[in-house]
T-cell receptor, first 117, second 110 residues
Framework: GAVVSQHPSRVICKSGTSVKIECRSL??????MFWYRQFPKQSLMLMAT?????????EQGVEKDKFLINHASLTLSTLTVTSAHPEDSSFYIC?????????????FGEGSRLTVL | GEDVEQSLFLSVREGDSSVINCTYTDSSSTYLYWYKQEPGAGLQLLTY?????DMKQDQRLTVLLNKKDKHLSLRIADTQTGDSAIYFC??????????FGGGTRLMVKP
C-alpha cells in the first residue's frame, strides 16, 4: 500500500535551535499534506494544511512563523520548528492525500518525536 | 468546529468481541475512518467507510454507520492481545479535513 515516510523519527535539540521534519510520499503524488501535533495521551490536533506550490493554511492558534511549512514538490513537505522551546516537545505526524485513488485516501507517516531540552 | 467523541477506555478478554463507539457532528462527512495507534508509533489505517454506506466488513473488523444518528462503531471479532492499542475514529469533510476523536484505549486481557 501507499507509504508516507517521516524523518527523523526522533530528534533531541537544545532550546533556541531549529528542527526540520520531512514528510515524503513514497509511491504517490500528494498535492495536499497535513501536519498534526499529538500531546501525550491525547488526540491529534491539526496544525496546518500544506498544498504543493502554495502557502500553507494554518489552524487557529498555530503560529506560522514558529512552525514553517514548505511543500516544494508533489512528494515532499517539511515542517521546521524555529527557535524551539521545551513546550514545543511533542509528537508530530504528517499525512498525505493520495488523490490518485478513488477514495482520495489519507496516509499517515510514522511520526516524529521532538524533545527540546 | 466539528466534534468527534469517543469513550476513553475499553477492556475485553482475549477471544471476545470488542466494540468501540464514536459519535460525530458534521452532517457533511464524506468518509469516516478508524485508525490504530500503538505506543510511540504513528497511525495505521484500519478501515474506512463511505458516508452513504451503513456497513463494511473486512476480516475481523466490522464498521457500522448510522448516518441519521451520526454514530460509528468498530467491532473487532476474536480480539487478540495484539489488538491492544489506541483506536481513533475520524471524520473527513468535503474539504478533505480530518477531525479526530480523542481515542479509545483498548486493553485486551489474556
Amino acid at each position: 500500500g501507499a507509504v508516507v515516510s517521516q524523518h527523523p523519527s526522533r530528534v533531541i535539540c537544545k532550546s533556541g535551535t531549529s528542527v526540520k521534519i520531512e514528510c515524503r510520499s513514497l509511491d504517490f503524488q500528494a498535492t495536499t499534506m497535513f501536519w498534526y501535533r499529538q500531546f501525550p495521551k491525547q488526540s491529534l490536533m491539526l496544525m496546518a494544511t500544506s498544498n504543493e506550490g502554495s502557502k500553507a493554511t494554518y489552524e487557529q492558534g498555530v503560529e506560522k512563523d514558529k512552525f514553517l511549512i514548505n511543500h516544494a514538490s508533489l512528494t515532499l513537505s517539511t515542517l521546521t520548528v524555529t527557535s524551539a522551546h521545551p513546550e514545543d516537545s511533542s509528537f508530530y505526524i504528517c499525512s498525505a492525500l493520495d488523490r490518485g485513488k478513488y477514495t482520495g485516501e489519507l496516509f499517515f507517516g510514522e511520526g516524529s518525536r521532538l524533545t527540546v531540552l | 468546529g466539528e466534534d468527534v467523541e469517543q469513550s476513553l477506555f475499553l477492556s475485553v478478554r482475549e477471544g471476545d468481541s470488542s466494540v468501540i463507539n464514536c459519535t460525530y457532528t458534521d452532517s457533511s462527512s464524506t468518509y469516516l475512518y478508524w485508525y490504530k495507534q500503538e505506543p510511540g508509533a504513528g497511525l495505521q489505517l484500519l478501515t474506512y467507510i463511505f458516508s452513504n454506506m451503513d456497513m463494511k466488513q473486512d476480516q475481523r473488523l466490522t464498521v457500522l454507520l448510522n448516518k441519521k444518528d451520526k454514530h460509528l462503531s468498530l467491532r473487532i471479532a476474536d480480539t487478540q492481545t495484539g489488538d491492544s492499542a489506541i483506536y481513533f475514529c475520524a471524520e473527513r469533510d468535503a474539504g478533505n479535513m480530518l477531525t479526530f476523536g480523542g481515542g479509545t484505549r483498548l486493553m485486551v486481557k489474556p
